[in-house]
C-alpha cells in the first residue's frame, strides 16, 4: 500500500480543464452534424390547434420539422425509479411529442433539424403553433383545496407517510411545543453546461453522447423508450459540466435526439437553450413545511410531527423525501410524517443538490433554533442532549460524528462569545446574529453491485476503469488514488479510464452514493487483481516468491515482495513478461450491504453562521460560515474542501 | 415573424428576399470573414448574425470556451479581444475582423501552463470545469487591469463569472497567488 488514498493530490485532470482542453458534450464533432433546437409549449395546459410550419420550412438550411404527427411513437414508456435503483430511469412517467395534449410549459412540441447551430434556432423560432389552453395549476396557492396523501413516493420505494408512538397525545402534553411553517419557492438546477446530446447512429447501433451523472441509466432509459437491446447502444460521457441532479434521472431531451438523428439519418447535437434548461430536467419542487415540536421544560423532545405539501406533475406521485432527517437525527418516541401532494402542471419534480432532506433539515433546525430559545438551554447544547446513540429501529448509528461535529464547529467558529439574546448584537444599521444546525443525510444502500476493472501491463503501468461520468466530483483522480494504494504503485504509473457504458456497470453516481460505490468497486478490482498476480508469482518457478505462503507476500513500491524480507522479490513488469502475459486483468465486484442491515445510516455534520440582516430594507448577508462534517474516511482532502 | 419593412431601397449587404410586396425577411447569407484568433489568421464561412463564441466553438472547433447562459450573464465565454475581456456570446464575430482574439487555448502551451492555470489546479479551484477557461480569462485580465488588488476588488471584478459549483474561495486563493507572486 502506497497510502495514496487520503492524500491532497491535485485533480489528474486539472489541466485538461483549466487548458481548454477537456472536451463536454457539446463538443464532440462529427461529420455531417446537423443541429437540432426544440419548439416549447408557450402555453401550461390545453392542446396545440396547429403547427404552421411553412415559413421554418422554407428557412436556409432547414433539413426536417418534426412533431407529434410526423414522429414514431415510443415503443414503450419505462416506470419512473430513482436512477441509483440500477433500472431505466426516466424523469418523468411522460414523453412528450406523443399527441397533441399539453401538460407543462416548455414541452417539447416540435424539433427542427438544420445544417447549422443558428439556422436551427432561427426556424425553432418561424415555427407557428396555436393553442387551446384550458385551466392550470402550477403553485401551491392554486391547488391547495386539491391536496392529497398519494400512497407512496419515489416510484414507489417509500411511502408517504410515516409514524411511531402517539404524537397527538405526545404535543397535547408536551410542556413546551413550537410550531413553524416554512414556504420554499421551486429551485431549478441550472448547471452551468446546460442539457446537452449528440447522437450518431450507425445502420442500427446508437451511440449518444450524453451530459448525465449516469452512462449507464441513460443506456437502459434509452433503451427501453426506443426499444432497443442494450448491446445496441454505447453511451460515452467524460467530461459533464456540473449536474446539482438535473441529470440525475433520463430526461425527454436525450432520447428525442436520438429519436431525430435516426428520422434525417445524420448525427445530431441538441443543446438546449439557457431558457429551455428550466423546463427540461424537472425541478425541486415548490414547498411549504409545517413542523411541530414537543418538549419538556427541560428541553427534552417528545414529539415531532412533519408535513411537507408540494406540487407535482400530472404523471407522478413524487415529492423529495423530507423526513429522513427530522425522523431519526434525535431521539424521542413520538413521530409523525406526512407528504402531501398537490397536481400541477409542471413536470414531474426531482433531485435538486441536498435532495429533500436539506431543505427538511432547514425547517427541523430552525424549529430547534426556537426551542432551544424557548427553554433557555444553548442551541448546540439542546442538539447534543437529544441527539440519540441508537436510530429509531433501534440499531446503533454505522458511525456518530455529530458530536464531535458540533463541538468542533463551536470551537472554530468562536461560539462562546455569542450573546444569546435576539436583536443583541449590531454592527451599524445591521443587526447581527448566530446560529447552528445539526446536519444529517441518509446513506442510500439500494444500488445494484457495483463492478471495476484493474488492468497492469507488462511493463508495470496500470489502468482503472469503470463506467461513470467526471461531473465535477474528481472521481478520476480518486479511482487513481484507490488503485495506487492497493497496488503499491506510484499515482503517475495507474491511468484512469471512465464515462463510458462499454466499461464495467456503475450506477447513475447520485445521493450523495458516488464515491463510496466507485471507490468499493476500485478497491475490490485492484485488491483481486494483486492476489491475482501473487499467486501468479508464487507458483511460477523462476520467480524468487516461488513456493512462498501467500498471506507472507506483499506489494510495496511496485513490487511483489515477502513482507518480512522486503529485498527478496521482483517487479510487476518482471513477473508478467517473463510468463509472456501482455496484462494481467481482475474485475471487482461491490454488493452493498442489505436494506436492512442493522445500522443506523445517516452522515452528519454541523453548519454555523454568522448572518447580519438589515432591519428597515430587509437585506440579509451571510457574513462568515463553518461547517464541519463527518463524511467518514476521506479519500482526498483537497477535493473534498 | 421577423420581417421589417423596407421603405426605401435596399442598401444591406444582407441578401433580401421578397415574400410578398408588403413584408420583406432578412435572410442572413454567408461571408468570408477573417478572424485571428491565438495569434494565426483563420478565414471562416460565417453568418452575420453568428456570435463570436458559436464562431469559436461551431467552426473553429475551439472548444475551450464554453456555452453557459449565451445571454452575457454567467461569464463562461469570456475571451480577450485586443487584450481586453469581453463576453463571446454577445459579441458578433464580424465584428472582430481586424482584431486580436484570445481564448483559454492561447492562453498556455501543452507543458507550460500560464501561472493562472497551474495556479487554479494547485489550489482546486473548480469542479465540473465548464466555467474555468472563462473564469481564467478574467483572472489573468483582473491582475493586468489592477483590479486584484483586494478580496473585495477580486470579489467585484470577477463578479460576471459564475461557478455553479461555487469554488468562489479556491478562485480567490488562486488569483491571490499570481497575483503576488508578479508583484
Redesign the interface.
Known sequence: MTGSIGKSV??L????????????T??I?LPNMAYLAIVGATISSGMIKTIDRS?ALD??GVIAILAHDNLPQIPGQPQLLPSLVGAPAPGQSFFPLQDDEIHYYGQPIAIVVAD????AQ?AA??V?ASFDQTPSITTIEQGRELAYVPERLFGGLMPAQDARGDVEAALASADVVVDGTFHMAANHH?????PTTTAVWDEDRLTLYDATMGVRATQLTVAHLLGLSLSKIRVVSN??????GSRAMIWPHVTLAALAAREVGRPVRL?L??PQAFSATGQREEQEHRLTLGATRTGRLTAIRHEKLSVTSHFDDWAEPATGVSSQIYDLENFAGAHRLIRGNTMTPTFTRGPGESVAAFVLESCMDELAHEVGIDPVELRLMNHGLKNPRGNPWSSDGLPECLRRGAELFGWDKRNPAPRSQRDGDWLIGHGVAAAGYPVALFMPEQHARARIYGDGSAVIEAGTPE????VGTMMTQVAADALALPLEAVSYKLGDSDLPNITAAVGSAGSMMVSAAVHEAANDLRRQVMALAVSDEQSPLHGADLSSVDVKDGRLTLRDTQDVGESYSDLLSRNRRTYAEAVGRWRPPPLDTPRGLLTFGAQFAEVAADPDLGLVRVRRMVGVFAPGRVLNP??A? | MPYINVGKENTSPIDIHYHDATKVERRPTGAHVALRVNGTERLVDLEPRTSLLDALREHLELTGSKKGCDQGTCGACTVWVDGRRVLACLTLAVACEGHEVTTIEGVGVDGEPHPMQRAFVEHDAFQCGYCTPGQIMSAIALIEEGNASTDEAIAEFMSGNICRCAAYPNIRAAIREVRDAAA
Request: proline share 0%.
Open positions: 491535485s485533480r485532470d486539472g489541466y485538461e480543464k483549466t487548458m481548454g482542453h477537456a472536451r463536454y457539446g463538443e464533432f415559413a428557412a436556409d447549422s447551430y443558428e439556422r432561427y423560432w418561424l407557428d441550472n448547471a452551468l453546461e446546460a467530461f459533464v459540466g456540473g449536474s446539482f443543446a437553450t439557457r461531473f465535477g466530483t474528481g483537497k477535493l474542501r
